[in-house]
């Protein structure tokens, strides 16, 4: 059983329950809050499709350089070129958009604090340990690497 939890505790799998959670209440529709509009709306479709092509071109890098997206497993190589100059984590920065975009899109005001609970829990729980497994890794290129890009934007 903890070997299976080990491949369920992959950043997709939070994303989805925090996706859940926030159309749940979004559902709910307490005390008639509402993010409803066409500006909310633009804006939902902004976060989401710039969190799916942040997803997409990290990706694309990191196949590019032949080394792993799953955040348990030891990376090849130092991937620091394409969207990885500007940010060291572009698919949690978008995970955190798509989450963002598609509380608005849903009219979801009481899901909005899961963003940086969102954020936080996906730093602690995988940022850190991947930084650290890189930092013993590939140590000064790392170094530098951090003086120069910041971990989200």
Not at 40 to 68: H, S
Not at 93 to 122: E, K, R, T
Request: proline share 6%; with cysteine; glycine share 10%.
């Amino acid at each position: 059983m903890v070997g299976a939890m080990k491949y369920l505790d992959i950043p997709p799998v939070w994303l989805a329950g925090a996706l859940g959670l926030s159309w749940w209440l979004g559902q709910l529709r307490p005390f008639g809050l509402s993010l409803a509009g066409g500006v909310v709306d633009l804006l939902a479709g902004l976060l989401v499709g710039g969190g799916i092509v942040l997803m997409a071109l990290a990706a694309y890098e990191m196949r590019r350089r032949q080394t792993t997206i799953i955040p348990h497993r030891e990376a090849a190589v130092l991937v620091t070129s394409g969207i990885f100059k500007r940010s060291r984590n572009p698919i949690y920065l978008g995970d955190a958009m798509v989450l963002a975009g598609l509380i608005l899109y849903w009219n979801a005001p009481l899901a909005l604090p899961l963003v940086p609970l969102f954020v936080w829990w996906i730093e602690r729980h995988f940022v850190i340990p991947e930084e650290d497994r890189l930092r013993r890794k590939f140590r000064a290129e790392f170094a530098r690497y951090c003086e120069k890009t910041r971990r989200w934007v």
